[in-house]
């Protein structure tokens, strides 16, 4: 369902970006896949962080430390509490997705993985869930195994059945597809895997902003996302991960903050979270990512999906009642907020250069998804991704631009 016009009206002056103006023209912001702009209340924490709470934390005993370090934590509980985990020291901060999965690759890579071990992904990954385990692979003499989509952009079960057996050792997935939009069964894949004995990260960098997720009830072994994509700052973000694995795995890096006694000739390591934050932690950042996952919890995640959902539907009937040899990739029945297309023989650039000049930003190429591109057929397509205080009107801006640009490409 869609929000009511005055409760829009309210959500989008929280952001002041969107009153911004590409030349003469109102900005229309559907690059949400890419990144998602940040309400006042966050750019205004990071701000206070700096203003009232600046000092490096848990080492010090003054009070402004103090400050710092209990504002970390909090908002690693929030965390903590944002997707269901069973415990605060279950959160890792990173510096987003890519990092939070390099870490894994690394660490589980080290202690659990052996030449002839399969690392199974999906066709549908993001490069930052494909390259880490690629490296890992050449690393340590492993397969990687890729589960296939079908025609529809849904995940190939029976395939993914047949690929899970006693060689996998992980299985690493993406929640929601950036460029399809296809949200993954992740409970029925989960159960695959642990009947194979491989364990299950799920990659939720897309799926945190448009989804209520539970690990707990996912049953997964490790999620990560990163803050940008869910109103937060850039440059931090989670791994989630069950405390059995994070006490059992070997850290990533090394350096302050992760030790318990450092000698020359022995270090022993910190308990979690600490052993994998090695180093001055992203205390402001963290504190900007707690608000805006407050934020979007007293907005209502479900409420901001079913007006999100409630736009790609609108936006995908109108662009296939009114746009002639559109393309739309990724019809899975059960689909997030991505609507990724081409029209005719028309270059993704240059329609995406042309909706510019018209205030539109949509996100044109690959999408660091080249291995799905190769499925698909394409160089690359162009992606309008919608977040909570998009609106109708937009869409019905959005099909004349389009309309617009047909003829100018064509001549
Ligand atoms: N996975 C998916 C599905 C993504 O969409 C992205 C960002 N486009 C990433 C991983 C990487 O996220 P980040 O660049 O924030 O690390």
Redesign the pocket.
């Known amino acids: 369902m869609e929000l009511k016009p005055d409760i829009l009206h309210a959500l989008r002056s929280d952001f002041p970006i969107l009153a911004e103006k590409v030349g003469s023209k109102a900005l229309v912001y559907f690059d949400n896949?890419?990144t998602t702009q940040k309400p006042r209340c966050v750019v205004e924490k990071i701000s206070e962080g700096y203003y009232r709470f600046n000092a490096n934390i848990h080492r010090g005993v003054h009070h402004l430390s103090r400050l710092a370090t209990e504002a970390h934590e909090a908002a690693r509980r929030r965390a903590a509490s944002f997707l269901n985990a069973a415990r605060p020291e279950e959160i890792i901060f990173t510096?987003?997705?890519?990092?939070a999965?390099n870490l894994l690759a690394f660490s589980f890579g080290e202690a659990y993985c052996r030449p002839g071990d399969e690392i199974v992904i999906t066709e549908m990954?993001?490069h930052?869930?494909i390259v880490p385990w690629q490296m890992l692979c050449e690393r340590k003499g492993l397969t990687l195994r890729v589960i296939p989509i079908r025609d529809d952009g849904s995940l190939n079960l029976e395939a993914a059945a047949a690929l899970l057996n006693e060689r996998s050792r992980l299985l690493a997935v993406?929640h929601?597809?950036?460029v399809l939009g296809t949200i993954n069964p992740i409970v029925e894949l989960v159960r695959m895997a642990h009947d194979a004995g491989a364990a299950v990260l799920v990659?939720g960098?897309?799926a945190v902003a448009h989804l209520t997720v539970d690990v707990q009830a996912l049953d997964v072994d490790f999620y990560t996302f990163?803050s940008?994509?869910v109103y937060g700052p850039t440059g931090i973000?989670i791994l989630y991960g069950k405390a059995q694995w994070l006490d059992a795995l070997p850290p990533y890096q090394g350096g302050g903050e992760m030790i318990s006694k450092v000698s020359f000739e022995q270090t022993t390591y910190n308990e979690i979270p600490f052993k994998f934050e090695a180093g001055t932690p992203d205390y402001i950042g963290s504190t900007a990512l707690a608000e805006a996952l407050r934020y979007l919890q007293d907005f209502g995640i479900k409420r901001a999906a079913a007006h999100e959902d409630a736009l790609l539907r609108y936006a995908t009937e109108a662009m296939e009642a009114e746009i002639p040899n559109l393309r739309i990739f990724g019809k899975a029945p059960q689909k997030s907020a991505v609507l990724s297309f081409l029209i005719g023989k028309l270059h993704p650039y240059d329609l995406g250069m042309l909706l510019d000049s018209q205030g539109f930003a949509l996100r044109s190429g690959h999408?660091?998804a080249q291995p799905l591109m190769q499925r698909l057929g394409l160089e690359g397509c162009l992606r309008a991704s919608f977040a909570f205080y998009n609106s109708r009107e937009e869409i019905d801006q959005f099909i004349p631009a389009l309309k617009k640009a047909l003829p100018l490409l064509d001549g």
């Open positions: 896949a890419a510096r987003g997705t890519t990092e999965i990954e993001h930052a869930n993406t929601v597809s950036n990659d960098a897309q990163s940008h994509k973000g999408h660091c």
